[in-house]
């Protein structure tokens, strides 16, 4: 087990974590900058048509620069019910929807205004059904990666590009129309794969 220095992620994928599961000690990076097109404020589901790219729309849009600590979510659409109908239509059929449904429906109930709270209040929320207690702490400031006694692992996890082996494959809701999808949002594997997704996740492995 390791410690590790990694961003807030909405959801966060398979992979990562993988990562917050098998860490000692969890550095969360509030004062590092806003990295676009990245999972921080993005997850990928698998829908009807396939996968499915959710985006938190941000003040200011893709401009932004903020530190993350300081990255506000923009309510100026109605982002929450389109997410929300959308994790429903695509995973309403999977076996474990319904024990679950209520407790991430509430998340979309409230408005969050920074970004890394609702995210971490969903790392706290998935790390409780979970049965796990994260050793989360914030970071102070911003180390650059030799600056500090962790593994960075900032921006390792990325739309498309994963650092981990995924030799098991589990039955997603749409396995009829597409073949196996590995490292979506982690609801993916929550959904399908109930109390048995813990030992699923922190039985990924990196890539060598």
């Not at 989360?136 to 996890?157: G, P």
């Not at 994963?162 to 959904?191: G, H, W």
């Amino acid at each position: 087990m390791n410690k590790i220095l990694i961003e807030a992620q909405y959801f966060g994928s398979c992979s990562y974590w993988n990562l917050l599961l098998n860490a000692r000690e969890i550095l969360l990076d509030g004062e590092e900058h806003f990295v676009k097109r990245s999972y921080r404020n993005r997850a990928h589901i698998l829908g009807a048509n396939g996968v499915l790219r959710l985006s938190i729309p941000l003040e200011r849009g893709k401009n932004q620069h903020s530190k993350m600590k300081d990255v506000k979510i923009s309510y100026n659409e109605r982002w929450q019910d389109l997410h929300w109908q959308s994790f429903t239509a695509a995973y309403r059929r999977s076996p474990f929807f319904e024990y679950y449904e209520d407790h991430f429906k509430k998340m979309y109930e409230q408005k969050y205004e920074s970004l890394l709270d609702f995210n971490f209040q969903l790392i706290q929320l998935i790390s409780k059904i979970l049965k796990m207690e994260l050793p989360i702490t914030f970071t102070d400031k911003y180390y650059a990666k030799e600056e500090i006694d962790a593994i960075d692992y900032r921006s390792l996890i990325l739309p498309n590009q994963s650092p981990l082996i995924f030799p098991e494959k589990y039955t997603q809701v749409f396995n009829d129309r597409f073949p196996f999808v590995a490292d979506l949002c982690v609801l993916d594997a929550l959904f399908n794969l109930g109390n048995a997704t813990k030992t699923y996740l922190m039985s990924l492995q990196l890539k060598s």
